[in-house]
């Protein structure tokens, strides 16, 4: 799991997209290795393997992240999803959300919901709105020492 998040870091600074994830890998960083350590031991975290290798991780909680506001309903939450680079385009990030929306119904749930950054050149948003979610609301997360962080709540309701 950490290499692919932090495989994700490499290529967001190698786009020029920092801001995101930041510069530092997560394995070099001791609040994100246990903020990823704790998704695996709640059991939140879901893999995709392809060709016998990992390909991607998301996770999924009933709770959404502090910084958005709570839906009026149960749901689902993706509260992270990333891809081995190398494998961009080979569906790993729509699989690993079929398998949310699956989880989603499996547990008779409704909504699905997922926050993203808001910056740059907006690909990311376009992404999860080509997933079937729209966008609900935007955000700002404040951060110590850093720039706010502009982001954006989208919601999938599912049948």
């Known amino acids: 799991m950490l290499r692919?998040?932090?495989?994700?870091?490499?290529?967001?600074?190698?786009?020029?997209?920092?801001?995101?994830?930041?510069?530092?890998?997560?394995?070099?960083?001791?609040?994100?290795?246990?903020?990823?350590?704790?998704?695996?031991?709640?059991?939140?975290?879901?893999?995709?393997?392809?060709?016998?290798?990992?390909?991607?991780?998301?996770?999924?909680?009933?709770?959404?992240?502090?910084?958005?506001?709570?839906?009026?309903?149960?749901?689902?939450?993706?509260?992270?999803?990333?891809?081995?680079r190398r494998l961009k385009n080979h569906g790993v990030g729509s699989a690993l959300l079929d398998e949310a929306r699956a989880e989603a119904r499996r547990q008779g749930l409704g909504l699905l919901r997922v926050d993203c950054y808001a910056g740059d050149d907006g690909k990311l948003r376009a992404y999860y709105r080509s997933q079937g979610f729209t966008e609900v609301e935007p955000f700002t997360v404040s951060r110590k020492g850093e720039p706010d962080w502009p982001g954006m709540l989208l919601a999938q309701r599912l049948a």
């Not at 290529?11 to 530092?24: C, F, N, S, Y």
């Not at 390909?55 to 909680?61: D, K, P, T, Y």
């Not at 910084?67 to 009026?72: C, K, T």
């Open 4 to 84: 692919i998040l932090d495989g994700t870091v490499e290529w967001l600074v190698a786009q020029g997209r920092a801001a995101q994830w930041g510069t530092e890998p997560w394995s070099t960083r001791p609040a994100l290795v246990g903020r990823a350590a704790g998704r695996i031991e709640r059991g939140e975290a879901r893999v995709a393997v392809l060709d016998g290798e990992l390909a991607g991780v998301i996770s999924l909680s009933g709770t959404p992240a502090s910084y958005v506001r709570p839906a009026d309903e149960p749901e689902l939450y993706v509260t992270l999803l990333a891809t081995e």
